[in-house]
């Protein structure tokens, strides 16, 4: 059985802008051998930050929602029944909650309010460069 994994909006950004980056070879891994779970919260989210302005000098705005696109094919929408309140940063909680909704086994983020939780329910939250070992 292929491992359920949530990867964290700043991870996934980097798999976009920055093909070669540690984050974005993690990803790659995740995609290529494992399930990967998302929630409209956090697929609101990803939007969110690919929409922002910041990015046309990097990449079009069509190749952005391109990506969003393909990760909504790729990815199992996860609904949330049992929302989570668990990280010091609360905007953080819906990565948890699809974890738990999802029944993950991983969580791939660099985000210290996560890592700090390390492991969460039975659920191990990992930086992009262990992962990757």
Partial sequence: MRPR??????????????????????????????????????MNELADVLARPTFDRYISLEDRQQFLRLLGRLAEFVPIVYPVRACRDTKDDKFLEV???????????????????????????????????
């Fill in 99 to 133: 974890a738990l909704n999802g029944k993950a086994t991983l969580i791939l983020t660099g985000d210290a309010d996560l890592l700090a939780l390390n492991p969460w329910q039975g659920i191990a939250i990992v930086q992009p460069t262990k992962y990757l070992k």
């Fill in 5 to 42: 994994i949530v990867v964290d909006t700043n991870a996934l950004v980097s798999r976009l802008l920055l093909p070669s980056s540690v984050s974005a070879q993690a990803v790659r891994k995740a995609v290529d051998n494992s399930i990967l779970l998302v929630s409209e919260a956090t």
